[in-house]
Each structure stands twice: as C-alpha cells, then as structure tokens.
C-alpha cells in the first residue's frame, strides 16, 4: 500500500516541499522508528478523534471529527483534546468512521484539509524541524517540515498529548579491533556429603 497520490497532489499543488520514505511494512510508530533508525520523537503519530460540540440550541450538539497530531513519544491525551476544540466530549472515532471517510485504522495522515477535516496539532511537535508523518499508507512516509504542516493545515495549536515515556532501542555496537571474551559464569559447588 503506497502513498495516497491524493496527498502527494496536494502537496505539489501548495508547493510544500517533502521526501518521500519507503520501508519495510510497519504498523506502529514504534516499528517505523525501529526500522529507520529514526527518534520517535520526530515521527508525527496521527489519530482520529469524534467530537461533541455545542450548538447555539444548548439542547443539540454537533458532531466533528478531528486529526489529532503528537510526536511518536506522546499518547493522546482525550480531556486536553476536549478542552482545545471547546467540545464536551471527545473520544477516539471508531472503525465505522474511519470507514465512512475512506480511512484504514494505522494508516493516518496529518492532511485534514484533503477529507474535510479538522487538524489538532500538540505544541511539541514545533520543537521538531521537520518529521515523518503518515502518508495513509503501511509502507512509505513522507518527511516534511513541521512548519510547512502548520501552514498547510491552520491546525487547532494546544498541548494534547502526554509524554509516553517510550524509547527505540539502540543498535548493538560492533566492537572495534580485539574482542574480549565474556567471563562465564563459575560452576555450583557440590554439595558435601553428611558423615553416616
């Protein structure tokens, strides 16, 4: 599964300058950063979340969907969410409206605008120069400047996200010129045996 040309267009067409990533299929942002070499911190995890906003009538609320965008190292953290966009409720949209919108569950973008939706972007990813973000594909990402994502998106700015505390593990090092070998560990002493 590809890049959706949907986004690679509207990219050409804004003059938003992106590299596009192939890889190994991956499903996790965790798995992306393992396979690339990359920090999760600048790979830009993508969620859908359904909304419950208030209309003028008190008495009806309106429901919108939003991508909710958070450095890899982030959860998305709900009752921010809530706050940011002034609803009453937000939770994660289910799969039924992600197949109503032509989505696959792990396979997001950042692109609100090419669906008509709303973009929520944590703070902390600014701190990132740029980032790998989704491209609704298991197989390729693009990297693009968080600045340019902004720009293209006008997302709703807040501090959505809660730090994971997730790290990649690091690649074992070869060793360079001799190789000591490891100390094995010493053998059980035998039990001695009690006088008859």
């Given at each position: 599964?590809s890049?959706?040309?949907k986004?690679v267009?509207?990219?050409?067409?804004?003059?938003?300058?992106?590299?596009?990533?192939?890889?190994?299929?991956v499903?996790?942002?965790?798995?992306?950063?393992?396979?690339?070499g990359?920090k999760?911190?600048?790979?830009?995890?993508?969620?859908?979340v359904?909304?419950?906003?208030?209309?003028?009538?008190?008495?009806r609320k309106e429901?919108?969907?939003?991508?909710v965008v958070?450095?890899?190292?982030?959860?998305?953290?709900?009752?921010?969410?809530?706050?940011a966009?002034?609803a009453?409720?937000?939770?994660?949209?289910?799969?039924?409206?992600?197949?109503k919108?032509?989505?696959?569950?792990?396979?997001?973008?950042?692109?609100?605008?090419?669906?008509?939706?709303?973009?929520?972007?944590?703070?902390?990813?600014?701190?990132?120069?740029?980032?790998l973000?989704?491209a609704?594909?298991?197989t390729?990402?693009l990297?693009?400047?968080?600045?340019?994502?902004?720009?293209l998106e006008?997302?709703?700015?807040?501090?959505?996200?809660?730090?994971?505390?997730?790290?990649?593990?690091?690649?074992?090092?070869?060793a360079?010129?001799?190789v000591?070998?490891?100390?094995?560990?010493?053998?059980?002493k035998?039990?001695?045996?009690?006088?008859?």
């Open positions: 599964m890049a959706n040309k986004i267009v509207h990219l050409g067409k804004n003059k938003v300058k992106f590299e596009l990533v192939p890889h190994k299929t499903y996790t942002a965790y798995d992306l950063a393992q396979t690339l990359e999760l911190d600048k790979i830009a995890k993508t969620l859908l359904s909304v419950e906003i208030p209309t003028v009538k008190k008495s429901r919108q969907t939003y991508l958070v450095p890899a190292t982030y959860y998305v953290d709900l009752e921010k969410v809530r706050k966009v002034k009453t409720k937000a939770e994660l949209a289910p799969e039924k409206v992600m197949s919108l032509g989505l696959v569950p792990g396979a997001l973008s950042p692109f609100g605008s090419i669906r008509g939706l709303g973009v929520v972007l944590d703070k902390s990813l600014l701190k990132t120069k740029d980032a973000v989704g609704e594909s298991f390729e990402h990297r693009m400047k968080v600045k340019d994502l902004v720009k006008s997302p709703v700015l807040g501090n959505v996200g809660k730090k994971a505390g997730l790290k990649t593990q690091k690649p074992a090092k070869r360079k010129g001799k000591r070998p490891t100390k094995l560990a010493k053998p059980a035998k039990a001695k045996k009690g006088k008859k």
